[in-house]
């Protein structure tokens, strides 16, 4: 489940600049089921707009079977300035009866394990 958290400024896709030099943004692949819900479309459309708010800190949080959704995740990950690079829908035959599933591309300027202890 990813959460959304807040608006962040806009900035070219390929501007991944840190201290050390130019470096590949962190990157993360879900895959679900297609369901009708167009936020995801529409979010990955504001990105191609440049728009203001199209980058934004997620929290990826990772549940297991049987567990409450309203709980606390088994694992969380943050994602900083995320955006969708890739929307892809796959799966799809015409007459077919089978799943067609979504699958996105999310980059983000920095990815960290928020449950992690140093």
């Known amino acids: 489940m990813i ?3 807040r608006p962040r400024s806009s900035r070219p896709a390929d501007e991944h600049l840190t201290s050390h030099g130019r470096t590949k943004p ?3 692949t879900l895959k679900r089921g297609l369901d009708l ?3 995801l ?3 990955h459309q504001k990105v191609r707009n440049l728009m203001y708010d199209a980058y934004r800190d997620c929290a990826l949080k990772l ?3 049987g567990d409450d959704l309203n709980g ?3 694992l969380t990950y943050m ?3 995320a955006w969708p690079a890739k929307v892809e829908v796959s799966g799809v035959k015409a007459g077919s009866t089978d799943i067609v599933y979504q ?3 999310l980059m983000c300027d920095d990815l960290f394990d928020f449950n992690a202890r140093i």
């Open 3 to 5: 959460q959304p958290e």
């Open 26 to 28: 962190p990157t993360v």
């Open 37 to 39: 819900n167009g936020d």
């Open 41 to 43: 479309w529409l979010w």
């Open 63 to 65: 549940y297991g079977p």
């Open 72 to 74: 606390d995740a088994r």
């Open 79 to 81: 994602m900083t300035n």
């Open 103 to 105: 699958t996105v591309t």
